[in-house]
């Protein structure tokens, strides 16, 4: 809250602050109203997540999902104003270069993002380096990295089991937290290392899902969470609502009253 007692807007640096003070939650946005329903329910960090390609547009992975899809949704939910932070994926095959990597980014927040979201570790660091160099704050991505999975057999696999997993993750985190990345997505990564990753990175945040309760936040696939994608809910989520029953509902009692 401000002077004022109104909701402050929450900026990169404030974000960053929540560094170890507190269960910091977060959540995907993909649209206006879902955007103004999250921060009015007081989020602090909204995501326009390429899980997007999954869960809005009916693809079965997120490799088909275009830079132009995620500026559409990014301008969508930018409209509303949240006071929560913002930020948006960078797509499969959009970072391939340092230079794509930018020029990518910056489109990403000319729509509206407030940082940009790539995944992978020390093999995209000249990327990451690219854009933090042309002050574009940006999220990191580690573990279970969804734009791999085609190229992995299509299996959701958990990361850091073996020892060699484990030292990957570290450096990779310790890596892009010297480069300057503010928080860091850890995904399906094994409750012992991501508590590892959480106590070694000083001031890189870190955000869990399906990782355990070892990180600064945690971030869901807000359909996930309330039920708007009742065909598939991963293991470790347990939704809050089941709004897809209510959507089913209502239609039934709306065409009904119609007869
Ligand atoms: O695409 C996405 O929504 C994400 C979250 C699961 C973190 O990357």
């Known amino acids: 809250m401000n ?37 009015e329910a007081g989020i602090p960090f909204l995501l326009v997540g390429d899980s997007l390609g999954m869960v809005v547009l009916g693809y079965p992975d997120t490799t088909h999902v275009t830079m132009e899809d995620i500026l559409h949704h990014t301008r969508a939910v930018a409209r509303a104003k949240p006071n929560a932070l913002v930020g948006a994926d960078l797509p499969y095959r959009s970072y391939d ?11 990403l927040i000319e729509a509206g993002a407030e940082f940009v979201k790539a995944e992978g570790g020390r093999e995209i660091l000249p990327q990451v380096e690219a854009i933090l160099a042309a002050g574009i704050p940006f999220c990191a991505h580690l573990g279970m990295l969804p734009q791999h999975v085609v190229e992995e057999g299509g299996k959701y ?32 990564v094994t409750p012992p290392v991501t508590q590892e990753i959480t106590e070694r990175c000083r001031k890189m945040l870190t955000i869990g899902i399906g990782s355990g309760p070892g990180c600064d936040g945690q971030i869901l696939v807000t ?34 009253a119609l007869r």
């Open 3 to 39: 002077v004022a007692g109104l909701p402050q807007k929450i900026t990169v640096q404030s974000f960053a602050s929540m560094k170890g003070c507190a269960a910091v939650a977060a959540l995907t946005a993909y649209d206006f109203p879902m955007a103004k329903l999250l921060d």
């Open 97 to 107: 270069t340092p230079e794509q990597a930018l020029a990518n980014a910056r489109r």
């Open 157 to 188: 696999r958990i990361k850091g089991r073996d020892e060699a997993g484990r030292a990957k993750l570290i450096d990779d985190a310790l890596a892009l937290e010297a480069a300057g990345a503010f928080a860091c997505v850890l995904e399906l």
């Open 223 to 256: 359909p996930d969470l309330i039920g708007a994608f009742p065909w598939f809910t991963p293991k470790f989520v347990t939704p809050k609502a089941q709004t897809g029953e209510t959507i089913r509902g209502a239609v039934r009692e709306w065409k009904e």
